[in-house]
């Protein structure tokens, strides 16, 4: 047997920071955001095979994500176990749902608990090839349709699951074995996640609607982004989007879990640990980073950062960071 070495990845991150860079690594130009207070903890499987990866992660704290999947991939996305919360651009999905990330849609997601996520990449190309072959004319349909989050009947949902459920247990103890699996097994392995996938995507499903504020929440969020330069207020949100402030709380409790103050403030929270840990004790202050980012009182930002990230931020701004590529 080959060892898997330069095909199966195990990594844990202990900082969103960290794990963008890991993201980065598996050809996804993703960025996060913590949503719930507390140490984080993030472990993702990786599994490349031929032309289909395999990606299981599971984290420890809620979180917000954003950005663009690898370029000529499309994925399909299910939970191996029932989430606390998860939802996709603004659709907020169930454990009998499953979503279909298409090669021009952007990653846009939302996740509170600690459920497993599996995530299966296929070349649409030759996924498109493997189906029009098979005259899977509604899989093909909605591969290049616009759609993307389906309620498929539960015994192809949860054949995929224990599918895959079984297959990343597979590989997990194999890479802590030093073992591989044969050229055949691998073509197996892959046949299966492909005939696997057509069939979830040719099964009958009811049409889904987003969450009926998605689209203010999302305005707001652009807002924050693209001042990021500078803290805002709930009050300037509300007066940029022309809504009041109990609408704007009930959208951002209703797509992220938590009030528009909140999360302001985790915001601000994650762009000081940014510069925290971008600069040397000798060039900054943790006070002045902190009043950069509208923390005023320097007790109270300690607080905040130490409940958000589990550490002071004194003790970020000493650490040396390099994440190496694994």
């Not at 996709?88 to 996740?111: A, I």
């Not at 591969?143 to 539960?154: I, K, R, T, Y």
């Not at 990021?228 to 402030?245: A, G, I, K």
């Not at 704007?248 to 762009?271: C, D, M, S, T, W």
């Amino acid at each position: 047997m080959k060892a898997l070495s330069s095909k199966v990845h195990h990594l844990v991150a202990t900082d969103v920071d960290e794990l963008t860079e890991r993201a980065h690594c598996l050809k996804w130009q993703l960025d996060y955001v913590q949503l719930e207070r507390g140490s984080f903890q993030a472990d993702i499987l990786s599994y490349s095979c031929q032309n289909v990866q395999m990606i299981r992660t599971q984290y420890s704290r809620g979180i917000r994500c954003f950005g663009q999947s690898p370029l000529g991939k499309m994925a399909i996305v299910l939970p191996l176990s029932p989430p606390d919360v998860w939802s996709w651009h603004g659709y907020e999905l169930s454990p009998e749902q499953f979503l279909l990330q298409t090669v021009n849609q952007g990653v846009d997601h939302c996740r509170w608990g600690t459920f497993p996520l599996a995530v299966v990449l296929f070349s649409l190309d030759e996924l498109l090839t493997i189906a029009d072959s098979m005259e899977e004319t509604i899989a093909i349909e909605r591969l290049l349709g616009n759609d993307f989050v389906f309620h498929p009947p539960l015994p192809p949902l949860k054949e995929m699951r224990q599918f895959l459920a079984g297959t990343f247990q597979t590989l997990a103890q194999q890479k802590e074995r030093g073992l591989g699996l044969s050229s055949q097994c691998q073509t197996l392995l892959c046949q299966a996640l492909t005939l696997q996938a057509l069939s979830l995507l040719a099964a009958p499903s009811p049409l889904v609607k987003p969450l009926s504020r998605y689209s203010l929440v999302k305005q707001a969020e652009t807002l924050i982004r693209e001042n990021s330069d500078r803290p805002l207020t709930v009050y300037d949100l509300c007066t940029q989007l022309h809504v009041s402030e109990r609408t704007l709380r009930y959208g951002f409790r209703e797509v992220f879990g938590i009030g528009p103050k909140a999360y302001l403030q985790n915001y601000r929270l994650h762009r000081a640990r940014e510069c925290l840990k971008s600069s040397s004790r000798q060039e900054i202050t943790v006070m002045a980073i902190a009043h950069q980012w509208g923390f005023w009182h320097l007790g109270q930002f300690s607080q905040d950062y130490k409940k958000m990230f589990g550490e002071l931020p004194s003790v970020t701004l000493r650490r040396p960071y390099n994440f190496a590529d694994f």
